[in-house]
């Protein structure tokens, strides 16, 4: 079992950084891929960035401003979002499954990021 704790969400205006942090339990941690997604009102949950195999993928729209890392000492891994949009605007949540070939099993409970324009 996982539980994840997002924190780090809050307001900021057009062109701001936040950091968002993801704590997660259980002592198999580093085993886990973990990835970050968010959901926007009214729209479907994206993919945001993951780190698996030793490489980091982010979605075209976060490219070149967010930047995903993990500290596996601390059982955290973290989303810096640089040159915020209004249009990154949601929850954030970050996910954890056991290999590339499953699911995201563990899902933390979101934190709202909204983006003053």
């Known amino acids: 079992q996982v539980q994840l704790v997002e924190s780090g969400g809050g307001l900021v205006q057009a062109g701001g950084s936040l950091r968002l942090s993801c704590a997660a339990s259980?002592?198999?941690?580093?085993?886990?891929?973990m990835g970050w997604f968010r959901q926007a009102p009214g729209k479907e949950r994206e993919f945001v960035a993951r780190?698996?195999?030793?490489?980091?993928y982010y979605a075209e729209s976060v490219k070149g401003r967010f930047t995903f890392s993990r500290d596996n000492a601390k059982n955290t891994v973290y989303l810096q979002m640089n040159s915020l949009k209004p249009e990154d605007t949601a929850v954030y949540y970050c996910?954890?499954?056991?290999?590339?070939?499953?699911?995201?099993?563990?899902w933390g409970q979101g934190t709202q990021v909204t983006v003053s324009s």
């Open positions: 780190f698996s195999g030793g490489n980091t």
């Open positions: 259980g002592r198999t941690f580093s085993s886990y891929i």
């Open positions: 996910a954890a499954r056991e290999s590339i070939s499953s699911e995201y099993k563990y």
